[in-house]
């Protein structure tokens, strides 16, 4: 389970993004809700995102439904092999990188084990494709 006091720390140095995710599931056209707050806060969720955060978004994003952490890392280490191989492979369980990107509104758990990525994790995804900063997880 996360330290409380660094869940606390997230929360408090998100700076409003996770009262923004809470008008996007509340909204009635959630994709569109979706896409202006990452618009508004994506350059300050960039910093904490890795690109290797990005493969496990893609990963989930490219399945469509709940996957298991075992699942999510055949798939992104498949894409860190042909990306970057000369980079270390992802760690065995990669449950502290899915629950920290819950923290932050870009997956949602839905049971103990089952991981997805939200609606707010697609229009960021979308919006790093075009990003520089994450072109490896792209190539």
Do not use: W
């Amino acid at each position: 389970m996360l330290d409380p006091t660094i869940a606390a720390a997230i929360i408090k140095a998100s700076g409003g993004i996770i009262e923004k995710l809470f008008q996007v599931y509340n909204s009635k056209n959630p994709e569109d809700h979706a896409k202006t707050v990452v618009g508004k806060t994506y350059d300050k969720l960039v910093p904490h995102i890795s690109t290797q955060c990005v493969r496990v978004l893609r990963a989930l994003k490219k399945a469509n439904a709940y996957q298991n952490p075992s699942q999510v890392l055949a798939e992104a280490e498949k894409m860190r092999k042909r990306q970057e191989p000369d980079i270390p492979p992802f760690e065995i369980d990669l449950t502290y990188r899915l629950k920290f990107l819950c923290l932050l509104g870009l997956v949602e758990m839905a049971s103990q084990t089952d991981y997805a990525i939200t609606q707010f994790g697609a229009q960021f995804l979308d919006k790093a494709h075009g990003d520089f900063r994450y072109s490896k997880a792209f190539a």
